[in-house]
């Protein structure tokens, strides 16, 4: 099983934004769910796939050690109005070596309306990219407790996706449905070129 360390930034202004620990490990523990395939809701698989659909081997854990080789809960708490802006203002308020760790900054607003984002990694491979290299969430999109919802609570695990460079089914767009769709690849064999 590939570890991956991960460190929560949690940037608030002293809102509802400021989440629990505890929603914050329910966060990591969806994610590892679905990563490691123990999901119940794997019996809606759609049948072409459910023979390849596996346990893929990576699991996330909060780092235990920051940079410096400290004990560390892997929970950042920033105060900042940076909060609303979800930008790479907001990013460099704390950010750790990509090389060690994925960053999740959690905010109030990650911009434009989004639940959360991420660049694949040919978007952030230059060393300008290393500010930047993580994942957005907005608070109520993480986790299914607290500020989050069931029904919200696998945005974390959508976006872990496209860190780890998968796209969506259909392709580059953020358009899911569009016609034009089928003219893109998600650069996935099992797949099939899809509105």
């Known amino acids: 099983v590939y570890i991956i360390p991960m460190v929560f930034h949690v940037i608030h202004n002293g809102g509802v934004e400021n989440i629990s620990d505890q929603q914050i490990y329910d966060a990591v523990a969806i994610l590892n769910r679905d990563f490691r395939k123990l999901n119940a809701d794997t019996t809606l698989i759609v049948d072409a796939f459910e023979g390849i659909a596996s346990d893929i081997g990576i699991e996330f854990r909060l780092a235990s050690l920051d940079p410096d080789g400290n004990c560390h809960p892997g929970i950042n708490r920033i105060q900042s109005e940076l909060t609303t802006e979800g930008g790479d203002q907001m990013k460099a308020l704390s950010t750790w070596p990509r090389a060690s760790y994925m960053n999740i900054w959690v905010c109030a607003d990650a911009g434009d309306g989004t639940a959360g984002y991420t660049f694949l990694p040919g978007n ?19 986790g299914s ?26 392709g580059p767009t953020n358009s899911p449905g569009d016609p034009t769709n089928c003219d893109f690849d998600d650069n996935v064999d099992d797949t099939p070129n899809t509105i």
């Open 145 to 170: 407790i607290g500020t989050g919802s069931i029904s919200r609570s696998r945005t974390l695990t959508h976006e872990v996706g496209h860190w780890l460079n998968l796209r969506h089914t259909w």
């Open 124 to 142: 952030v491979s230059g060393n300008w990219g290393e500010a930047i290299d993580g994942i957005v969430l907005r608070h109520d999109y993480t």
